[in-house]
């Protein structure tokens, strides 16, 4: 399986690409988004189940996510077969990447409720307990980053490139490792627009006025849930496309993954 090697600016562009293909279909893309959260919150929320269900099927989700943005950057016209297109051919390898995806997340949960142990539970709160606060989200994040890592393209790769289910993981963990430049700076592209920016505007306006900052705190919520969050889902299929499938790009380096 070939990625490729990409420069940390590839990151920051994978996020404006992403906008760029939600302008081209603001309404689909806001409805495909929006219909992956909802399907996600209510899966969660199923009583005694929905916990472990979900992990199960959020590899088919991204791929049903993957068919509409790649349906929309090719024009394509919008059908329940296009959102479904290589579901049904890949079920098996899907359901286990579900499998491994709910092991994964069975480790995080276990770790987190190790790590819940040193929080205290009167609900008292001083530097020392604030550090080890933070130092345990620190270490949740360093925990979760591997299991990002190996599934932010795994689902694209076993629907779309037919690979086998722990081979896709395998190869999503090393081109995001290869590419750790380009994710960093697509984290820090994220962290500018959805905090920094709105984080700015909001200071400048309550230093102008109160009923300024009313207005403009509405704006910027609706502005990141209608256009920040397609946006980012977009990115993500954007980003697999510039690693596993790009058109030619000269400044780039080939790295080949045998399989």
Do not use: C
Not at 5 to 17: I, N
Not at 34 to 60: E, H, K
């Amino acid at each position: 399986m070939q990625a490729r090697t990409l420069p940390a600016r590839h990151g920051m562009l994978w996020l404006a690409a992403g906008f760029a293909l939600f302008r081209r279909n603001p309404p689909l893309a806001t409805a495909i988004t929006f219909g992956y959260l909802l399907t996600v919150i209510v899966v969660n929320l199923v009583p005694a189940i929905g916990p472990f269900l979900l992990p199960l099927i959020l590899p088919a989700l991204t791929v049903m996510l993957g068919n509409g943005f790649r349906a929309i950057e090719r024009g394509q016209i919008f059908a329940s077969e296009v959102l479904t297109e290589g579901l049904q051919e890949q079920r098996i390898a899907l359901a286990r990447l579900g499998g491994l995806h709910l092991a994964g997340s069975a480790l995080l949960v276990l770790i987190s409720l190790a790590l819940g142990e040193r929080v205290p539970l009167d609900g008292g709160l001083n530097a020392e307990t604030a550090l080890e606060l933070a130092s345990d989200m620190a270490l949740m994040l360093l925990f979760a980053s591997p299991l990002l890592m190996a599934f932010w393209f795994a689902p694209l790769l076993t629907a779309w490139d037919q690979v086998p289910a722990g081979k896709s993981v395998f190869f999503s963990f090393v081109a995001s490792v290869r590419n750790w430049r380009a994710f960093a700076a697509y984290g820090l592209a994220v962290l500018v627009a959805g905090v920094a920016v709105p984080g700015l505007i909001l200071v400048i306006a309550g230093l102008i006025s109160q009923p300024l900052l009313s207005v403009l705190s509405i704006a910027l919520r609706m502005m990141l849930i209608f256009i920040l969050a397609p946006s980012l889902v977009a990115s993500v299929y954007i980003s697999y496309r510039d690693v596993f499938h790009p058109p030619a790009a000269p400044e780039s380096i080939d790295v080949i993954v045998d399989d």
